[in-house]
């Protein structure tokens, strides 16, 4: 019989792909890639796998890999996808791949099959990762195959297939949109948000955040430090990646802090609405980059701001597991050596401000910068700096007074 690992949610899709999975022949391991899923419980998920029929089923907690490894490279780059969205979603992707091959090679499975739709960039990102760590195993996205699609056509179909099976799911026909959450974020997603003259922020019923016009009426103030450019100290405490994310998920979220709300092309190549909640990554996208102000030269930092989109890009399309990128986290690497330093942030009704900023690698000089008379810039300096680089001006400007 063939194996097959599954990456299993325990919902809807993945039970229905679970029993078509064995009704097409295969034997079937069930992974639960565990990445700070909300309110779940755990073990009645793997109960049904096994109830419904799975082989094994295992979950893997993968929640400080996924802010550690993934989730703070990505954010020391200040990558943003179409300059708005934090990759919450895309950054997942390939370590639920990573892993679900794993326990495929444990078990001697040569396929691995997922639930996301052909429409969607998850899709994506899961084969890229796949293809990239093992370019032998065989692919199963049943969204994307006639026959599956034929079967079930809408989620009516697919209630009634796991009422036949004796499959038990909480699910119903129609609901307002749909999704999909983490320890870095929650992501909103078609249903009535696919009408992009809908406020999003009156349909959604937002788990991480308060609205701001609901957060306290008074000034929070919030202390991150890093060292090399992770954040490591929340409040003067020391954290770990996942318990500097979740505290700070908790902090901004009571004050607003986090939401978005954009139309954004997929790499499939359609537009899609997406709302999105992030109030600790956003905490931490902004204080890192106050850090840097300090501590980064500027051609460093402008050159690392031109590549941000690509990064954003490749994340988001599904390219993690590349020569490229290793290239350029090695680049990162190198840059946030210096990135040290505390930032205050003071927080209110879904604003951050800055209260304070130090750094012992602080490439900033009052004595330099001062608008104050004296100081060791001396202005005269500037004459013959700007001669210079006026030069291929005031050649073009003759030029352009003889007519070229």
Known sequence: MASCVLAYSGGLDTSVILGWLQDEGYEVHC?????????????????????????????????????????????????RYEGIYLLGTSIARPLISKVCLQVAKEVGANAYAHGATGKGNDQCRFQLAADALNPHVKII?????????????????????????????????????????????ISYEAGKLEDPTVCGVDIVEFGMTVSPQAAPDKVESVKIGFEKGVPVTLNGQKKSALEM?????????????????????????????????????????????????????????????????????????????????????????????????????????????VQSRTSPNSLYDEAIASMEGGGSYNQTDAEGFLRIMGLPSRVQAELRKRGY
């Open 31 to 79: 992974v639960y890639v565990d990445l700070g899923q909300p309110c779940e419980d755990r073990e009645a998920i793997l109960k049904k796998a096994h109830t419904c029929g799975a082989k094994s089923a295992r979950i893997v907690d993968v929640q400080e890999e996924l802010c550690r490894d993934f989730a703070f490279p990505v954010m020391q780059w200040q990558a």
């Open 141 to 185: 996205a049943p969204w994307r195959m006639e026959k599956f699609r034929a079967l079930f056509p809408g989620r009516t179909e697919m209630i009634a297939y796991c009422a036949e099976k004796n499959i038990p799911v909480k699910a119903s026909v129609s609901k307002p949109y749909s999704s999909d959450e983490n320890c870095l974020h």
């Open 245 to 353: 994310v979740q505290e700070l998920n908790t902090i901004g979220g009571r004050n607003g802090v986090g939401r978005i709300d954009m139309i954004e092309n997929r790499f499939v190549g359609m537009k899609s609405r997406g709302v999105y909640e992030a109030p600790g990554m956003t905490l931490l996208y902004e204080a890192h980059r106050i850090v840097e102000q300090l501590t980064l030269d500027r051609d460093l930092l402008h050159l690392r701001d031109r590549l941000s989109p690509e990064i954003a890009e490749m994340v988001y399309y599904g390219f993690w597991y590349t020569a490229k990128m290793d290239a350029l986290m090695a680049f990162m690497q190198n840059s946030q050596r210096p990135v040290t330093g505390e930032v205050t942030f003071g927080l209110y009704k879904g604003n951050i401000f």
